[in-house]
C-alpha cells in the first residue's frame, strides 16, 4: 500500500523556520516525483515545490522561491522542505504528493493533475 506521511508542521512566528518531512511507504521515492502543495483557509490548493527523480531537478513556485528548499533522502525514503523566514501568509495545510514517472531527467511540474497519491497534510501557522 502508497503511503504518504508528513510531518514537521506547527506554529512559529513570522521569520522563523520550519522543516517539513514527507516519509513515503511501499514505494521508492527514488522512481517518484514527489511535490508539495499548500492550500490556505478560503484558497485553492496551489503547488509550491517539487523534485524530480534526479536530485538536482527541482521546480519552485514564484512566491516561495529564495526561502523554501526541496530535497530528497533515498536511503530514508523522504522528502523534506525547508521553509526559511516564514510568513503570515504561508500559513496553510501543507501536503506532499506523489507520482511515478518514467523519466529521470525531467523537470517537475507545480499542477495537480499527475499526482497520483497524497498524505494527509501537516498544518503549519505563522503568527505573533
Known amino acids: 500500500q502508497l503511503q504518504l506521511v508528513e510531518s514537521g508542521g506547527a506554529l512559529v512566528q513570522p521569520g522563523g523556520s520550519l522543516r517539513l518531512s514527507c516519509v513515503a511507504s511501499g514505494f521508492s521515492v527514488d522512481n517518484y516525483v514527489i511535490g508539495w502543495f499548500r492550500q490556505a483557509p478560503g484558497k485553492e490548493r496551489e503547488g509550491v515545490s517539487c523534485?524530480?527523480?534526479?536530485?538536482?531537478?527541482?521546480n519552485y513556485a514564484d512566491s516561495v522561491k529564495g526561502r523554501f528548499t526541496i530535497s530528497k533522502d533515498n536511503a530514508r525514503n523522504t522528502v523534506y522542505l525547508q521553509i526559511n523566514t516564514l510568513k503570515p501568509e504561508d500559513t496553510a495545510i501543507y501536503y506532499c504528493?506523489?507520482?511515478?514517472?518514467?523519466?529521470?531527467?525531467?523537470?517537475?511540474?507545480?499542477?495537480?493533475?499527475?499526482?497520483?497519491?497524497w498524505g494527509q497534510g501537516t498544518q503549519v501557522t505563522v503568527s505573533s
Open positions: 523534485i524530480s527523480r534526479h536530485v538536482r531537478l527541482t
Open positions: 504528493a506523489a507520482w511515478r514517472s518514467p523519466q529521470v531527467f525531467v523537470l517537475c511540474k507545480l499542477s495537480e493533475g499527475e499526482y497520483e497519491y
